[in-house]
């Protein structure tokens, strides 16, 4: 049973446009954490959340965490072709349990 | 932060037999870990890789077909044994510490 969801699983999109990836959890974890990997690569970290309502920027990507710790969202602004990518969120509990992943594709 | 290296990067075996993949840090971390992936898919934890002692595995792996070692806190090994097409993944280790993981790039297995 995969205990985080995450959606949409594909999702291709025009340079310039912006989308958004969605993460359900049916449990609390310590923290919450979003990866996003490239072909050939392992996962590399991109946040961390902890904190019910947080809300953490990286540059164009925005990171929110609901005020249940169960819900977690990353939307991308003015999406790139360098964002193309896996993105995966994954519940920290001293080990991660992993959604899914969303194949994120930015056509130029 | 951890750098992770692993080797080999990918390996084509026949059925039958076993290959170990080693994982080497550049520094010190408390926990690593193995994980199975299918390209374009999300990561499984096969085990936990404790330092000095068994490896703590997740339901639907066992130590028969996937002995891990951890003989420090920088380097580790897991053997897939007895390997089957079913076998053919991509395995990637991870260290780090409780509230952060860092990952190598993965080994590519194939089963012939």
């Known amino acids: 049973t995969q205990l985080l969801e995450q959606s949409p699983q594909f999702l291709s999109i025009q340079e310039g446009e912006n989308l958004t990836v969605y993460c359900n959890s049916s449990?609390?974890?310590?923290?919450l954490q979003w990866y996003r990997q490239e072909p050939g690569e392992g996962p590399v970290l991109l946040v961390t959340?902890?904190?019910?309502?947080e809300v953490k920027k990286l540059k164009r990507l925005t990171f929110q965490f609901g005020d249940a710790r169960k819900d977690s969202s990353l939307h991308i602004t003015a999406a790139q072709p360098g964002d193309t990518g896996l993105y995966l969120c994954?519940?920290?509990?001293?080990?991660?349990?992993f959604g899914a992943g969303t194949t994120v594709t930015v056509r130029a | 932060s951890a750098v992770i290296s692993q080797k080999p990067s990918r390996d084509i075996c026949q059925r039958g037999t076993s290959l170990t993949i080693q994982c080497q840090v550049d520094?010190?971390?408390?926990?690593m870990f193995w994980y199975r992936q299918q390209p374009g898919q999300s990561l499984t934890l096969i085990a936990t890789a404790n330092q000095g002692s068994e490896a703590t595995y997740e339901s639907g792996f066992v130590i028969d077909k996937f002995p891990i070692s951890r003989p420090n806190l920088t380097f580790s090994t897991l053997t897939v044994s007895n390997m089957s097409p079913e076998d053919s993944s991509i395995y990637l280790c991870s260290g780090g510490g409780q509230s952060e993981q860092y990952f190598g790039p993965g080994t590519r297995l194939t089963v012939t």
């Open positions: 959340v902890v904190t019910g309502g």
């Open positions: 520094s010190q971390v408390t926990m």
């Open positions: 449990s609390v974890f310590s923290s």
């Open positions: 994954a519940g920290n509990d001293y080990k991660l349990s």
